[in-house]
């Protein structure tokens, strides 16, 4: 009968240990889980502002400012296409 006690309350000690684990496992992984969906929800923030920011740098008149103030572009003239002179 104390052999039987004995492997009983190591049945149960071990039971509660695993329990214990378990818990905070579960507990380490849900926090883990709460830290991915913010970054992911950072992510899309960015996402999207970078989109935006795209969008703005793209227009026409942006491209038109670029083009002559950092390549020398200048729209072209009819005097410039008829004499085949570059500037």
């Not at 830290?35 to 923030?45: T, V």
């Not at 009819?78 to 004499?83: E, G, I, L």
């Given at each position: 009968?104390a052999?039987?006690?004995?492997?009983?309350?190591l049945?149960?000690?071990?039971s509660?240990?695993?329990l214990?684990?378990?818990?905070?496992?579960?507990?380490?992984?849900?926090a883990?889980?709460?830290?991915?969906?913010?970054?992911?929800?950072?992510?899309?923030?960015?996402?999207?502002?970078?989109?935006?920011?795209?969008?703005?740098?793209?227009?026409?008149?942006r491209?038109?400012?670029?083009?002559?103030?950092?390549?020398?572009?200048?729209?072209i003239?009819?005097?410039?296409?008829?004499?085949?002179?570059?500037?």
């Amino acid at each position: 009968m104390a052999k039987l006690n004995l492997v009983l309350i190591l049945a149960v000690l071990a039971s509660g240990l695993a329990l214990v684990h378990n818990a905070y496992e579960a507990r380490r992984l849900f926090a883990e889980r709460d830290r991915i969906k913010a970054e992911g929800e950072r992510l899309a923030a960015d996402a999207e502002r970078l989109k935006a920011e795209r969008h703005a740098q793209a227009t026409n008149l942006r491209v038109e400012q670029v083009a002559r103030e950092r390549l020398g572009m200048r729209p072209i003239t009819p005097a410039v296409v008829a004499s085949g002179v570059r500037p």
